[in-house]
């Protein structure tokens, strides 16, 4: 028979009317430990990328200075092994500074909780790619769904009313309900196109319409894209889709459509994201940093011109 539930009158606890103000704040603070790093593994099909760049470098400085500030956030898995929940670049990075355990507060979490604590956490970094939204969201959405929470936003990728799932899932990256949508289609994209659409070669909306295709049919498109050296246009890949719809779209199809020019044809300059990544500072999001790259190509041209005269 189940005991009763504790009635909790907001009073103070006996331990506490012992304890000056201070203990009593330092009471109420999460416990850290020193876990040995041999002992934590990855979260699995962990969602975002540990890149060595130079956000990495100085981030394995920093510990060897000033120590970890920041402690991680593990959870018990089998006796005398921790699974990490926040705090996978940190790991490596204590790693590389020659550390050999690392600060830790342990929480006991279920799957789900852990899974929306690991998304929820890694959203807050500086630049997440698309694919990481994308498998992160799904994650996010699936574990919520078995919290039994309102899981209506996989249909529909160009709108729809703002869900309370939603909201919940893209608020700490400040994606509409319609983004989250968009964003979780892209798990359905070959990796090859996943890849184009972090590198910045191909836009979101015409990769949601390509996510659609059978897998055949994205194999096809690939194929042409490597072929003509050019990414399809956003009314192409809507174009495609219908076609896929209907049963339509084969191969020849689908070099008919690459064939006709398009505006996303013109000259255009790629530069790799990870060869700028140090002259671009951490607030500028990965989605605004062409934005930027094109408001300071402005100032200096006009610092130039003012130095010239």
């Known amino acids: 028979m189940k005991g009763k539930p504790k009635l909790n009158l907001g009073l103070t606890a006996f ?3 012992f304890m000056d103000e201070e203990e009593r704040a330092s009471s109420k603070l999460p416990k850290l430990y020193d876990i040995p790093l041999s002992l934590i593994d990855d979260f699995p099909t962990h969602p975002f990328k540990v890149r060595m760049d130079e956000d990495m470098d100085q981030l394995v400085e920093s510990i060897k200075e000033y120590g970890l500030i920041t402690p991680v ?3 018990t898995k089998e006796p005398g092994r921790y699974e990490m929940i926040s705090g996978h670049r940190r790991k490596i990075a204590c790693i590389h500074a020659g550390l050999t355990t690392i600060t830790a507060e342990i929480r006991e979490l279920t799957q789900d909780e852990a899974i929306i604590l690991m998304v929820d956490s890694n959203l807050q970094r500086t630049t997440v790619l698309p694919s990481e939204k994308a498998f992160s969201y799904k994650m996010r959405l ?6 039994g929470k309102r ?5 529909n990728p160009l709108g729809g009313k703002l869900t309370e799932t939603a909201g919940i899932i893209g608020k700490n990256a400040n994606d509409s309900a319609t983004q989250v949508r968009r964003y979780i289609r892209l798990t359905e994209l070959l990796p090859e196109l996943l890849e184009f659409v972090d590198e910045g070669k191909m836009a979101l909306r015409p990769a949601v319409e390509l996510s659609y295709l059978t897998q055949e049919e994205q194999e ?6 490597c072929s003509f050296e050019c990414m399809p246009s956003h009314a192409q890949t809507i174009r495609m889709r219908k076609l896929s719809q209907r049963g339509e779209l084969d191969d020849r199809t689908v070099i008919k459509i690459m064939k006709e020019e398009k505006p996303n044809q013109a000259d255009r300059i790629r530069i790799p994201y990870n060869e700028i990544r140090q002259y671009i500072p951490r607030s500028v999001s990965y989605e605004k940093t062409a934005d930027y790259i094109k408001t300071a190509l402005k100032f200096y041209q006009e610092h130039h011109s003012k130095n010239q005269s």
């Open 15 to 17: 331990d506490e009317l």
């Open 142 to 147: 699936e574990a919520l769904k078995r919290q």
């Open 73 to 75: 956030i593990l959870r």
């Open 220 to 225: 096809s498109v690939l194929d042409q894209i």
């Open 151 to 155: 899981t209506d936003l996989t249909s």
